[in-house]
């Protein structure tokens, strides 16, 4: 059997670059919730019980999955503006706990990110599964995850890094406030982007 090469086919490079856009910022918040979440979610609690942190964990993906459930016969585009709404305001509440140092916003604002978060994945590789053919979707594919891992190791690296020079509270803020840009960024590409698809299905 013969590898194939990763590649985005010439014709979908427009919409693959607005996609991607969401897959970077939920592979972002995944990798920082797993790296240094827990680390948050102890410090907020005034905690030193490890499992607690991994319970923060388990709320982010148990969120997502039921995002995930709930929205699977939802419109792939609509599916993911619905997860960066979400994803935007689980940031917002993260900043607000953060701001507040309240362990019970904390935990709400992780629930809600973690909708967003399981939603935007969704609905952004459905749509960008569907901008290659059948017999070369596996290289479409490899292309979404090289940005996926990317997104989810680079920025969780830096921001440790950067916990040792302005610790871990100030890291935070700022990694949310980063990654909530992002989220509006994609927020406002995917909708155009929906609206354009819209207008060329009604004129087909």
Excluded at 27 to 49: D, E, I, K, R
């Amino acid at each position: 059997m013969v590898p194939h090469r990763i590649h985005v086919p010439a014709g979908a490079r427009g919409r693959f670059a607005v996609l991607v856009l969401t897959i970077v910022a939920v592979w972002s918040v995944g990798g920082f919730y797993l790296s240094l979440g827990p680390h948050l979610a102890l410090s907020l609690l005034q905690s030193t019980n490890y499992l607690v942190g991994g319970a923060t964990v388990a709320l982010l993906a148990g969120a997502a999955t039921v995002a995930q459930l709930v929205l699977g016969r939802t419109e792939a585009l609509r599916t993911a503006v619905l997860g960066l709404l979400g994803l935007l305001a689980g940031l917002g509440l993260v900043l607000l706990a953060l701001g507040l140092g309240s362990a019970a916003v904390f935990l709400v604002a992780t629930a809600v990110l973690g909708s967003g978060w399981g939603a935007a994945f969704l609905g952004s590789f459905r749509a960008l599964s569907m901008l290659a053919e059948p017999a070369h979707r596996g290289e479409l594919t490899a292309a979404v995850y090289v940005f996926a891992y990317l997104a989810m190791s680079v920025p969780a690296v830096l921001a440790g890094m950067l916990t040792n020079i302005h610790g871990l509270h100030r890291t935070s803020v700022g990694f949310m406030a980063a990654v909530a840009g992002v989220c509006a960024l994609a927020l406002l590409a995917t909708l155009r982007l929906a609206a354009r698809t819209r207008a060329e299905g009604s004129t087909a």
